[in-house]
């Protein structure tokens, strides 16, 4: 597959350039995507750790990679982040193959870590000023302590953060260059259920601003409500792939609605009805989208 950057345009009230990427395949096909991603494998040792994967990230897109432990979601992120290198399979990151290490690439991506090592001593904005350094457009340090909701935080030191807090710092950190592509890894996890609220804030802030993320899980929660599309991966395999709403025909699968009659009225009602009385209890295997239509339970004594 060849590449080939189109034209290049500056979106108005957007701070960050947008490229139209141009992708044209064997078979002349034409696309806009942030990732390409096609027959990716790689192994550790015996350990097959991607198994020939395959998946397009549109740009603008919040896309959600979920699986279980050692399913093989980090190490696919630390591929197209360029911190790993791939057996085989094509890659492209912004147009670019992440296995280069190319510098024009790191200045357009950001990272956000299972983990972060960051001094301690340092307050949250002298923290996002210093990683806002090593970038030639930097998002303005403000700015991106708002945007992750650190405002009231701004001059506490790391150390006097909560986990939660710290987590969002990782996220500032990852926007201090304000890049046009987020890789966030496992953001959530570890976090109680109202971090977890917090946290989906600020991803959602971040979707809104037209950002591309790339985030990984283990939650299907998580990836309902943040992602616009979800690839299922296990074993180092994709197993399913689509939006959160029609993921694994979870649109058109059926449901058995259960019941429990505990009040001894219903139940003798129940036993008119079965044994041919007028009150009727009636349930049937449902389509998930006309539940409530097509079920119905009508007692009458
Ligand atoms: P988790 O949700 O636990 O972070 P994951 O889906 O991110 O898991 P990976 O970390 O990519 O999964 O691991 C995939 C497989 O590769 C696992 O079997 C893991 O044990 C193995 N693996 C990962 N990193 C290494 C390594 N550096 N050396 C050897 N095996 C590894």
Redesign the pocket.
């Known amino acids: 597959m060849t590449l080939a950057i189109g034209r290049e345009t500056l979106t108005s009230g957007s701070c960050w350039t947008q490229r139209e990427v141009t992708a044209t395949s064997g078979v002349g096909v034409t696309e806009t995507v942030a990732v390409h991603v096609e027959g990716l494998t790689k192994s ?2 015996d ?1 097959r ?2 198994s020939g994967i395959d998946f397009d990230i549109p740009r603008g897109e919040v896309f959600a990679l979920l ?12 591929i197209l982040e360029g911190y790993r290198k791939r057996d085989g399979g094509d890659v492209l990151v912004l147009g670019h193959d992440p296995g280069k290490g190319e510098r024009e690439l790191k200045k357009r991506i950001g990272i956000v870590l ?1 983990s972060t090592g960051i001094d301690p001593y340092l307050t949250v904005s002298e923290t996002i000023a210093m990683f806002s350094g090593y970038y030639p457009q930097p998002r303005p340090v403000d700015e991106v302590i708002e945007l992750v909701g650190l405002s009231a935080k701004r001059a506490a030191r790391v150390l006097k953060l909560s986990g939660g807090q710290q987590r969002r710092l990782d996220v500032a950190i990852a926007l201090a260059g304000d890049p046009e592509l987020l890789f966030l ?2 953001p959530t ?1 570890g976090f109680d259920p109202a971090a977890r609220r917090g946290a989906w804030e600020v991803l959602k802030n971040l979707a809104a601003l037209g950002k591309t993320i790339l985030l ?1 899980t ?1 939650y299907m929660d998580e990836a309902q409500h943040l992602a616009d599309r979800v690839a299922i ?1 296990a074993a ?1 395999q994709i197993v399913a792939e689509g939006t959160p709403d029609t993921l694994a025909g979870r649109d058109v699968a059926k449901t058995r609605v259960r019941f429990h009659l505990s009040r001894p009225r219903i139940r003798s009602a129940c036993s008119t009805a079965s044994s041919g009385g007028r009150s009727t209890t009636e349930s049937s295997w449902t389509d998930s989208r006309s539940l409530g239509r097509r079920w119905r339970t009508s007692i009458s004594s």
């Open positions: 550790y040792g350990v750790a991607v699986g279980p432990n050692g399913a093989g979601k980090t190490t696919t992120v630390e299972q890894d496992e996890t990984t283990h991966i180092g």
